[in-house]
């Protein structure tokens, strides 16, 4: 990674950056610890979640892409 440059800001951002695997990398050694270490306990989400979540990926997909491309 550039000592030059901030991280990226989403997502998006750092799978666009010329440092993608290595962020690619990051994320997997993190998810792989915090599951060794139990950090949570998955379950099922109640129906009603789901759609709620739906709704809140889609807004912030939508906000990320409309105001993330302009940065």
Known sequence: ??????DPETYMKAMLD??????QE???????SM???????????????IK???ILLVITTYYDYKYGKWM
């Open 1 to 6: 990674m550039r000592d030059d440059m901030e």
């Open 18 to 23: 010329i440092d993608s695997k290595k962020w």
């Open 26 to 32: 990051a994320m997997k050694s993190e998810m792989d």
């Open 35 to 49: 599951y060794a270490n139990q950090v949570w306990t998955l379950v099922d989400p109640p129906d009603a979640m």
């Open 52 to 54: 709620s979540i739906r």
